[in-house]
Structures are given as structure tokens and as C-alpha cells.
């Protein structure tokens, strides 16, 4: 009887495989979690999945879990095994319908049988379904989703693991170019799925999946297009520091403008929304929250909370991740981060700051003429010691996955 590693946030998905004519043992992810963000939190669920696998000599994996940093770690470790793995969870997420075009969920199938099948025959291995076609497909399938920067760098970091070379240029090349299309949970993507959706998309690569060519997964006829009118994900650079961040914005709108108002933390940020000193016209600067200052790429939940109940609409630059459901102007993963010396930390109260969309370039005000010569604020780290310490003192930038370096 094949023997099926359930790696999962819940003990039950054991109870498939059992059904589906294989052994299962689950290990069901830790409930504590490191401090930190979803980069760092996704480098602690691979290496536990890791250790946890060591001496079980499973025939393949199957993986599950609704929080896509935890998805992601989870395929990270079976990639570091190089076992059959496949992904059990709903394809309700933009993350979770990518990682089905990657190849590893089944968009027909049963993931219990699929795994099985996978177990007894000795299917290709994990690290050989990633390669550019097909992390072009996730890439894509992603974005038309509107997966936003979290999205870019998992996918990153899986393409690290797997060895495959240029997906951060990838994704600067594809990502401008792949709108919004759909959104899970619309009566549209209810209808067709995702199936639907990368049917829809046309023009994907018929690449490996677990379950056999993606193409024979896909509707014979094409779904109608779906309504939604689509943002898209661009990058916007500065000419004179190497700044580069990433900004969501529909074909309306041409630039973010404002007097930055700038903080060192999230918490900082969150006290002056508070306590009502943002202007309407303010953009707000938050920095320490990239890779190595979050740790780990923190999201910024509490700031888009904060906004959403003072009904601010207000821009905000961060190194950070923006809030899964952010309303508003945000551009986020900027690079150099403010703890590797980025410009975010040179910026100051009531400097001018614009972000033009159509020519992707950031142009500072006059406010701002001593940029290059002002000293940067000091980025909060964790302890010498631990877990975040290590993953501080070696995190890559964002978008080249922010992992261990």
C-alpha cells in the first residue's frame, strides 16, 4: 500500500487517502507560528515539513492549507524532497488556482486519487513540474485573479527552490501585461472555476500537471468573458536611487501624489490614523516592514483596517505587503528595503512625492533635494538569536523571493 504524507492544517484530509486505497500520516501544521511576516512564516512551515518528513519514507505528498504563505511552505519542503506532491486545497484563492496551472492541483480530479495514483506509479517527481512554461501559466492564471505582490514573491521563492533561473524578470516583464479578469467568489468564477478561467485565458502552455497535460483539463468550449474591469499590477522605478516598487492601478488613473507622512512601523502608522493627524492629502510612508526590517514582509492589516474605519483613502508606499482586500492606492515591495538602506528611510515629512503610473517612474519634489545625503531611520530588528534573527540577517528582496539567502 503506498505510504502519502498528508501535510495539512487539518487531521480529516488523512481520511481521503485512507478512502482512496493508501496509507496516510498526517502531520498537521503547528498551530504556534514565528513573530514575523508571510515570507518568514512560509521559511518556518518548509523547514518543520521538512523535518517532519525525515525518516517517514512516504511515497508522495499531499499538502493543504487555506493561508497561502503556509501553501507555499509546504510546497517549498516537497520540492526539497522531490516526491510526488499534490495540492489539495479548494481552488478559491488566487494562489491556490496559480499553483493549479503551475501543475500540482488537479482541476478535475479528486486530490486524494490523484496523490494515490501518484504513490503506486512513481510520477515524476515534485521540482520537475517547475520550470519557466509553467510558472508563466501560474504567473498569469495568478494575476487574472487578482493576486497582488504576496502572489509574486511565493511564486519567486518556488521558482528558487526549483532552480529555475530569470522568473523575477519574468515577472516584470508579465505581470504589466496581465489584467484582472475574475475574482473567486463572483458569480462568474462560481459557474466556470478555474478550469473556466485558464480555459478563458487562452494562450497558456500545455505543460505537465499531477494529474497529466494542463490542456485535457480545460473546457472544450471557451467560456464567455467574464465583466470585470480589470486592474493590473505595475512597476514603478527611481531613475537616481534604484528604488522599485510594486503599485495596483486600473488604466484610469496616471500617478499617486502627496506630502508624505512617514512612519517606522506599522504601529506608528496605525496611532497617527488613529488619533487623526493624517490629512486627506498625505501619502504615508511606511518602512521597516520589508524582508529583513518585518521581519519576513510584513502585511499591513492593521493600517488598511485602521484607514477603512476612519474612511481614508489615502496612497500608501510601504516595503511591506498591502492588505489582502486593500482598498485605496498602494505600492508595496519596495526595494531596497528601508533595512538594507532604501530610500524610504531617507524620506521625511512633507516631502513631495509622486509615483507616475503611465511612465513607471517616482519623481520627488524639491522637498526632497537632500535625499542622497540624509540619514535613514533605523529599521527595528529582532534579537541576535532565534528564528527571525537568522532570516534577518540573510532574507533575499522581495521579488527574489525573500528566503534564506
Avoid at 473567486?184 to 497529466?212: C, I, K, N, Q, R
Avoid at 494542463?214 to 522605478?237: I, N, Q
Avoid at 506599522?266 to 518585518?294: I, K
Wanted: aromatic share 6%.
Amino acid at each position: 500500500m503506498p505510504r502519502v504524507g498528508v501535510l495539512t492544517s487539518e487531521a480529516s484530509k488523512a481520511d481521503s487517502v485512507r478512502e482512496a486505497g493508501g496509507e496516510s500520516t498526517p502531520l498537521v501544521l503547528p498551530v504556534a507560528r514565528p513573530l514575523g511576516g508571510a515570507a518568514l512564516y512560509r521559511e518556518w512551515v518548509a523547514d518543520w515539513a521538512q523535518i517532519s518528513c525525515v525518516g517517514k519514507n512516504f511515497d508522495a505528498l499531499l499538502v493543504d492549507a487555506t493561508d497561502p504563505a503556509a501553501l507555499a511552505g509546504l510546497l517549498i519542503a516537497a520540492l526539497r524532497i522531490d516526491l510526488p506532491v499534490v495540492v489539495a486545497t479548494p481552488l478559491k484563492h488566487p494562489f491556490a488556482v496559480a499553483l493549479a496551472a503551475l501543475g500540482f492541483a488537479p482541476l478535475r480530479e479528486e486530490p486524494a486519487e490523484i496523490v494515490v495514483a501518484a504513490a503506486r506509479s512513481g510520477r515524476t517527481g515534485s521540482c520537475e513540474l517547475v520550470e519557466s512554461f509553467s510558472l508563466a501559466n501560474a504567473l498569469r492564471t495568478g494575476l487574472a485573479l487578482k493576486g497582488g505582490p504576496e502572489l509574486l514573491v511565493h511564486l519567486a521563492a518556488i521558482a528558487r527552490e526549483a532552480g529555475v533561473a530569470g522568473f523575477p524578470q519574468m515577472i516584470r516583464v508579465l505581470a504589466p501585461e496581465c489584467p484582472e479578469v475574475a475574482v473567486t467568489g463572483s458569480p462568474w468564477f462560481e459557474t466556470y472555476g478555474a478550469a473556466g478561467l485558464l480555459g478563458h485565458l487562452g494562450g497558456l502552455h500545455d505543460t505537465s500537471t499531477v494529474a497529466g497535460q494542463l490542456k485535457e483539463a480545460l473546457p472544450a468550449a471557451t467560456p464567455p468573458a467574464p465583466e470585470t474591469a480589470g486592474s493590473r499590477l505595475v512597476f514603478v522605478r527611481g531613475r537616481a536611487s534604484g528604488t522599485e516598487v510594486v503599485c495596483r492601478t486600473d488604466e484610469a488613473s496616471e500617478e499617486v501624489y502627496g506630502s508624505c507622512r512617514v512612519y517606522d512601523s506599522e504601529g506608528a502608522a496605525v496611532r497617527a490614523v488613529e488619533s487623526g493627524t493624517v490629512d486627506p492629502s498625505d501619502l504615508l510612508v511606511v518602512g521597516g516592514c520589508g524582508p529583513r526590517g518585518g521581519p519576513g514582509l510584513l502585511r499591513l492589516d492593521r493600517l488598511g483596517s485602521a484607514l477603512a474605519d476612519d474612511g481614508l483613502f489615502v496612497p500608501v508606499l510601504t516595503d511591506g505587503l498591502p492588505p489582502e482586500s486593500a482598498a485605496g492606492t498602494w505600492a508595496s515591495l519596495a526595494t531596497p528595503e528601508t533595512a538594507a538602506g532604501g530610500v524610504l528611510g531617507r524620506l521625511r515629512d512633507g516631502d513631495l512625492l509622486r509615483l507616475d503610473l503611465a511612465e513607471g517612474l517616482i519623481r520627488v519634489g524639491a522637498g526632497a533635494g537632500e535625499l542622497d545625503h540624509g540619514e535613514p531611520f533605523a529599521a527595528q530588528t529582532p534579537s541576535e538569536f532565534g528564528y527571525a534573527a537568522r532570516y534577518a540577517r540573510a532574507a533575499l528582496p522581495a521579488l527574489e523571493g525573500a528566503g534564506f539567502g
